[in-house]
């Protein structure tokens, strides 16, 4: 079975300084991996995702993740992180193992609060 | 092009009523999936359709949960008698068709809010 780790619930920064959200996933299929942001009250964004290409994924509004199959991880990093960037974090895994229906396997998300 | 559209934003709801929640996925879109997020959790998998069929319901709680996607209209989540614990955040997130390959795309709506009082 496919699972999602984040190892941290909450990620606190200072404004300028890198951020780093680490997630690990369990795959028995070579996985398909997404970061999703959820800003308050609002919907899921789509940050970026790896879908067996390059290993090294930029998305949105600065934000890379980094594919390592030998750690099984994806973690999440910004080089500067800026105040609109305080959100919550999914990572999620893609479900390829279910007769491809292709079910969203999601972490527990990790809160980033940006310090002024 | 719309996006996906779900509503209503936020719906209140007394125990023992039912709630409608709706879905009008992305243009081209005929994969239609619904997530529940309960309070601090992450995202759980409820249900996935095709046009006129259920093809996954192995999330869906066993009683009062219902979802259909019709051949005309939006993807509808039923959930009747609704109990304080159904309280959550229901998203949906529609696709491309299958055979797409793996660079398919899920795209979610902005979610609706369900309070039961």
């Known amino acids: 079975a496919q699972s999602v780790t984040q190892l941290d619930s909450h990620v606190s920064v200072s404004e300028g300084t890198p951020v780093l959200l680490r997630c690990n996933y369990s795959?028995?299929?070579?996985?398909?991996l997404f970061w999703y942001v959820q800003h308050p009250n609002k919907g899921l964004q789509l940050l970026l995702k790896?879908?067996?290409?390059a290993t090294l994924v930029k998305g949105i509004n600065g934000f890379e993740a980094e594919f390592k199959k030998s750690e099984t991880s994806f973690h999440l990093t910004k080089p500067s992180a800026h105040m609109s960037d305080a959100a919550e974090y999914f990572c999620?895994?893609?479900?390829?193992?279910?007769?491809?229906?292709?079910?969203?396997?999601w972490g527990l998300g990790t809160s980033l609060a940006v310090n002024p | 092009n719309a996006g996906v559209m779900q509503n209503p934003r936020h719906l209140v709801r007394r125990r023992g009523q039912e709630a409608r929640l709706r879905c009008s996925p992305m243009k081209g879109h005929s994969h239609v999936y619904w997530y529940r997020q309960l309070p601090e959790e992450g995202l759980k998998f409820m249900v996935y359709l095709q046009k006129e069929n259920i093809i996954d319901e192995s999330g869906m709680p066993k009683e009062r949960f219902s979802a259909e996607f019709p051949k005309e209209g939006p993807s509808i989540l039923r959930i009747q008698q609704v109990v304080r614990g159904d309280s959550a955040a229901y998203f949906c997130?529609?696709?491309?068709?299958?055979?797409?390959?793996?660079?398919?795309?899920?795209?979610f709506g902005s979610g609706t809010r369900l309070t039961v009082v």
């Open positions: 795959s028995s299929y070579s996985p398909s």
């Open positions: 997130a529609s696709s491309p068709g299958r055979g797409q390959g793996r660079d398919y795309g899920y795209t």
């Open positions: 790896y879908t067996s290409a």
């Open positions: 999620v895994v893609s479900d390829h193992s279910a007769g491809n229906n292709r079910k969203l396997i």
